[in-house]
């Protein structure tokens, strides 16, 4: 081979080095901008939960509070950052332990349950929703869990995967201890009377089952909740000032200016959280967004699919979320109706098929949406191949190859190569092309 075809041979690959960085950046950018999205509506979830809360057990506005845990959390994880977190998270789960037993004990001995209730809130009986829920939840949940920043700090921290591993199973074995016990005063609270079987604060069922115990216990509980939501809050501080700094800027700003954007950002945090007094549906969105997304995104965690760049990760993403509209329009014939779907404005309990299938509607469209952003570049690349009278090379498997400053490409015919030497381009390690 002379220097002139090694040297065309070379800087093709190059080419597509420089096609697939650019496709990546896209995939990691658009996860970021997820990311921080499904940080933000877990931010407005927690205070408008704490304010919510705060109302129902005292009466009182809750705005005060909100105002001082933004404050009190802002400054502490400012001067302390990330590790300030994992201290407030030990006291995190002293906090639900200690819930948990005081709530099952005053539960227990304070709680009358009126028997005829049992069979009027028709909670034991086979339901329409019950049986969609065995798909949504494991879907919303497992993809959203994706995005959520603090749950890979804590991977990552993790000193061995043998710590990591451990760590798991003793939160596995926590949280569905914690989950059964808080989740089973939803009946109790309605089988009692102190929620009622025509409200629409179900998401409160949990607090309203405690306001009927004595006023000590309701202090104590109230000291709880407040530090339980503090330390949920900045460690979703903390995991969206990580995320901005060194996922979406590469650690290029100062890390002052990203803390000074989080600080602005939790303004609109207060406001949009005072206004949706439906915590459900905040989650509800995020679940939304993230199974549209994240199905297309873990394929190209499989070797197998090195063909898988990130443009298809984008467009199926945006896909998904697009097919829930149309799925929605159709479903229940208007355009609006259609839009309230993405917004879930009728929450888990419309009593129709209308959440089952945005949450079918969202990967399923996204991985149609993916194809079809699949077949239209390589059909694109194919076409653009055979204009320039190149090889194909949209489907061969990346090569390694070693490029640096001490081993630059011959510039021997082509007046083009100097600049390619040492250009922001340039490589000084081994990397998949």
């Given at each position: 081979m002379d220097e002139t075809t090694l040297w065309h041979s070379r800087r093709l690959v190059?080419?597509?080095?420089?096609?697939?960085?650019?496709?990546?950046?896209?995939?990691v950018s658009s996860t970021n901008v997820c990311s921080l999205i499904t940080l933000f509506l877990y931010?407005?979830?927690?205070?408008?939960?704490?304010?919510?809360?705060?109302?129902?057990?005292?009466?009182?506005?809750?705005?005060?509070?909100?105002?001082?845990?933004?404050?009190?959390?802002?400054?502490?994880?400012?001067?302390?950052?990330?590790?300030?977190?994992?201290?407030?998270?030990?006291?995190?789960?002293?906090?639900?332990?200690?819930?948990?037993?005081?709530?099952?004990?005053?539960?227990?001995?304070?709680?009358?349950?009126?028997?005829?209730?049992?069979?009027?809130?028709?909670?034991?009986?086979?339901?329409?929703?019950?049986?969609?829920?065995?798909y949504i939840l494991p879907v919303a949940v497992l993809t959203n869990d994706f995005f959520i920043s603090g749950f890979w700090l804590r991977t990552f921290a993790s000193k061995t995967d043998k710590d990591l591993w451990i760590g798991v199973i003793i939160a596995t074995v926590a949280v569905t201890i914690i989950l059964t016990l808080v989740g089973a005063t939803g009946l109790l609270a309605a089988w009692s009377g102190a929620y009622k079987l025509d409200a629409d604060n179900g998401d409160l069922a949990f607090f309203?089952?405690?306001?009927?115990?004595?006023?000590?216990?309701?202090?104590?509980?109230?000291?709880?909740?407040?530090?339980?939501?503090?330390?949920?809050?900045?460690?979703?501080?903390?995991?969206?000032?990580?995320?901005?700094?060194?996922?979406?800027?590469?650690?290029?700003?100062n890390i002052w200016v990203i803390r000074g954007c989080v600080i602005l950002i939790i303004v609109p945090t207060v406001v949009v959280a005072l206004r949706s007094p439906d915590i459900l549906q905040i989650y509800l969105i995020s679940d939304l967004v993230s199974a549209a997304l994240v199905p297309v995104l873990v394929v190209g965690l499989w070797d197998a699919c090195y063909w898988w760049t990130g443009f298809e990760v984008v467009v199926g993403g945006l896909g998904g979320i697009m097919t829930v509209f149309i799925f929605g329009t159709i479903y229940y014939g208007t355009?609006?109706?259609?839009?309230?779907?993405?917004?879930?404005?009728?929450?888990?309990?419309?009593?129709?098929?209308?959440?089952?299938?945005?949450?079918?509607?969202?990967?399923?469209?996204?991985?149609?949406?993916?194809?079809?952003?699949l077949f239209c570049r390589l059909a694109f690349s194919w076409i653009y191949a055979k204009a320039r009278d190149e090889r194909f090379t949209a489907l061969d498997k990346p090569q390694k190859v070693l490029r640096s400053d001490s081993d630059p490409i011959d510039a021997g015919s082509d007046p083009l190569a100097p600049s390619l030497e040492g250009s922001p381009g340039a490589i000084k390690s081994t990397k998949w092309l």
């Open positions: 190059l080419e597509r080095h420089d096609v697939r960085v650019l496709l990546a950046q896209l995939k931010m407005v979830s927690e205070l408008s939960a704490l304010q919510q809360i705060i109302n129902a057990l005292t009466g009182l506005n809750g705005l005060p509070a909100v105002i001082v845990e933004c404050v009190v959390t802002t400054v502490y994880t400012s001067i302390g950052g990330f590790k300030i977190s994992f201290i407030t998270d030990n006291i995190q789960g002293f906090m639900v332990v200690l819930l948990i037993i005081i709530a099952v004990i005053t539960v227990g001995v304070e709680t009358n349950i009126d028997r005829t209730l049992i069979p009027q809130s028709g909670y034991l009986d086979a339901s329409l929703l019950g049986w969609q829920l065995i309203l089952l405690l306001e009927q115990l004595p006023a000590w216990v309701i202090g104590i509980v109230l000291v709880m909740v407040v530090s339980l939501s503090t330390a949920a809050f900045d460690s979703l501080q903390s995991a969206m000032v990580s995320t901005g700094s060194n996922d979406l800027f590469r650690n290029k700003l355009a609006k109706a259609g839009g309230n779907l993405l917004l879930l404005e009728g929450g888990l309990y419309a009593n129709d098929w209308g959440a089952f299938g945005a949450f079918v509607a969202a990967p399923v469209g996204g991985f149609l949406w993916a194809f079809g952003a």
